[in-house]
């Protein structure tokens, strides 16, 4: 790819990422054959490093995989005990009964957990297993063998300098080669994005939706804690200029999780998505809960939302995506990690049928069945329109008839709407600044708001400054001459760590536009958002990004 001779090691399977999705892959495919070789490769600087879930686990995945997890003592300790859904008003809120909402929005039966620590404990039953876990190895580049299959990837390149050339402690890394290679990045995966560009797997679908998810873990006075209560909201801060919600998961050890996620669809580029969190944090039924209490971790990650019908074609020659790879987040439940579970095992099956009969370097086409038919298909289906109906008739009238179509879906299997399109892409629905009014936010007050650079040392992020920036602007032109004039500069706003600023210290007051790629918290909000799509996040050298406790 880029002229380095490389040592090439083979394997069975090729896993890049160890998520929920790829933990599940590895798990699945040596308890179908312990004789498969399996490799999972992982950016972060351990497993769970990098993730960033609410998160309320349904257990569909881990019954599956390892239906015996409770014995096995997998962290997942919290049940949930009560659920609330509420409409918020600046002063106060209107519950919505749970006997109103449809069946499939129920919590109860699922667990209040830190997504991070169930992905150590799924490695650990991985490597039990016989798989190979290469944390801190990041997978920068594919390698494609003779007839146009993806035959593996490259990873653990270390040490370049900022120029490109190598440094000191330079490592050209390897190629791993697999017979199949299945890319569970979470969303919007570098290396994914490459193949769905090459094989055009997004030909037939619609365009991908996101939200941008950020979250803090607090701990809390113990009197105000009620292990398992889970709430999530809608509504205030949030107005006509944006939509998402907030969540308040309660765990265990007076730990609680408060998240916020401002869908990306917004046309406003004045929006600031991060301050639009830390004002949800004032409304008086969440501060009420945090008071007295401190933070103690903070991140922030994009959530997959297109549903059903974003859905890419699943395979290509000589691979797959699973999980948020290919963006199976049931949005009105918030939930995705189930079926990033669920479509590993489903890719884990077809790959070891695959090779049990010989074959490689192919399409796993029963995978793709799978999904289309299977458990995942009947969670998304029914729930396909809710997002295009918030997108068109905002809080009110998006959650009336959403829940009604759900209602529908539910009880008779059909839908009132046929299956809605998301008409742009979250990067076109951005408007010119020159029709929206700049927006005023509070200033936070350093106790139940911080700042964002505060709240990014809570990510625990690291990146060396000496390396090629993995922040790469297409036309490094644009940001000044472009988007600052016509978006007012949107990415100042947009991105939940503070890693992009235009600073007017030019002649005659000119600007410049400053990347701090030390801060990100690998979110991919900038590749996603910019409405030029000028933006484009590469995969650094692995080891770097956040370092999530329990996330
Ligand atoms: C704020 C928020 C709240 C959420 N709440 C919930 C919830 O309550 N319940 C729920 O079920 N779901 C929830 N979700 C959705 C859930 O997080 C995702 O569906 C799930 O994480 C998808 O799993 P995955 O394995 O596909 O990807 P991920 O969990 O993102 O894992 C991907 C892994 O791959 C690694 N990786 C990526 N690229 C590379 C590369 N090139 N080389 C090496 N490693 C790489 C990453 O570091 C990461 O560890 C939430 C999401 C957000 C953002």
Same mark, same amino acid.
């Given at each position: 790819m880029d002229g380095i001779e490389r040592e090439a090691m083979e394997y069975d399977v090729v896993i890049v990422g160890a998520g929920p999705a790829g933990l599940s892959a590895a798990i699945r495919l040596k308890e179908c054959d312990p004789d498969i070789s399996v490799v999972v490769l992982e950016?972060?600087?351990?497993?769970?490093?990098?993730i960033l879930s609410g998160?309320?686990?349904?257990?569909v995945g881990l019954d599956a995989i390892v239906p015996d997890w409770k014995e096995r003592g997998a962290p997942v300790h919290t049940p949930v005990t009560r659920d609330e859904f509420r409409i918020l008003g600046e002063g106060g809120s209107v519950r919505v009964p749970?006997?109103?909402?449809?069946?499939?929005?129920?919590?109860?039966?699922?667990y209040v957990v830190s997504m991070g620590n169930v992905c150590r404990w799924l490695a650990g039953v991985a490597e039990e297993l016989g798989v190979e876990i290469f944390p801190g190895?990041?997978?920068s580049d594919l390698v494609f063998g003779e007839?146009?299959?993806?035959?593996g990837v490259v990873a653990g390149?270390?040490?370049?300098?900022k120029d490109g050339t190598p440094g000191p402690n330079f490592e050209p890394g390897m190629e791993l080669h697999g017979k199949y290679v299945l890319l569970?990045?979470?969303?919007?995966g570098s290396l994914s994005k490459k193949v769905i560009a090459r094989y055009e797997?997004?030909?037939?679908?619609?365009p991908q939706k996101y939200g941008l998810g950020m979250k803090e873990l607090w701990e809390i006075d113990p009197a105000k804690h009620r292990p398992g209560k889970v709430v999530h909201t809608m509504g205030w801060p949030l107005n006509s200029h944006a939509g998402g919600g907030g969540f308040l998961y309660h765990l265990e050890n007076n730990q609680v999780y408060a998240g916020f996620v401002v869908h990306?669809?917004?046309?406003?580029?004045?929006?600031?998505p991060y301050m639009e969190f830390q004002r949800w944090k004032h409304h008086p039924e969440v501060a009420e809960v945090l008071k007295g209490g401190k933070r103690v971790a903070y991140g922030a990650r994009a959530i997959v939302e297109g549903g059903w019908q974003s859905?890419?074609?699943?395979?290509f020659p000589g691979g797959a995506l699973i999980g948020c790879s290919a963006g199976f987040v049931n949005v009105p439940r918030i939930k995705g990690n189930h079926n990033a579970m669920l479509s590993g095992i489903e890719a884990a099956e077809a790959a070891a049928e695959a090779l049990k009969a010989?074959?490689?370097? %192919?399409?796993?086409?029963g995978y793709e069945v799978e999904v289309r038919t299977g458990a995942i298909a009947a969670d998304l289906k029914p729930v396909r329109n809710v997002k295009p109906l918030w997108s068109r008739f905002g809080i009110v009238g998006g959650v009336v008839l959403g829940g009604l179509d759900m209602w529908v879906a539910s009880l008779?299997?059909?839908?009132?709407?046929?299956t809605l399109d998301h008409r742009k892409t979250d990067a076109e629905a951005t408007g010119r600044a020159k029709r929206h009014q700049p927006i005023e936010y509070p200033k936070p007050d350093g106790v139940l708001s911080f700042d964002r650079l505060t709240n990014v040392a809570y990510s625990f992020t690291n990146h060396a400054e000496?390396?090629?920036?993995?922040?790469?602007?297409?036309?490094?032109?644009?940001?000044?001459?472009?988007n600052l004039p016509k978006?007012?500069?949107?990415s100042a706003r947009y991105c939940p760590a503070g890693v992009y600023e235009f600073v007017h %210290?030019?002649?005659?007051g000119g600007a410049r536009f400053v990347i701090n790629?030390?801060?990100?918290?690998?979110?991919?909000t900038c590749d996603i958002k910019d409405p030029q799509q000028n933006i484009e996040w590469r995969t650094p050298q692995g080891g770097e990004g956040p370092n999530y406790p329990n996330m």
């Open positions: 950016k972060g600087s351990e497993v769970g490093a990098h998160a309320v686990l349904d257990p749970n006997k109103l909402m449809p069946k499939l929005m129920d919590n109860h039966g699922k190895f990041s997978a007839d146009g299959e993806v035959k390149v270390y040490g370049l300098r569970g990045e979470g969303v919007r797997l997004d030909r037939d679908s619609q990306l669809n917004y046309e406003n580029p004045y929006v600031f859905i890419p074609k699943l395979v010989g074959r490689s370097g %192919d399409e796993l086409s008779t299997g059909g839908t009132l709407f046929g000496d390396q090629p920036t993995h922040l790469h602007l297409i036309d490094p032109e644009k940001p000044v001459a472009w978006y007012a500069g949107p %210290d030019g002649e005659n790629a030390q801060n990100c918290v690998h979110c991919k």
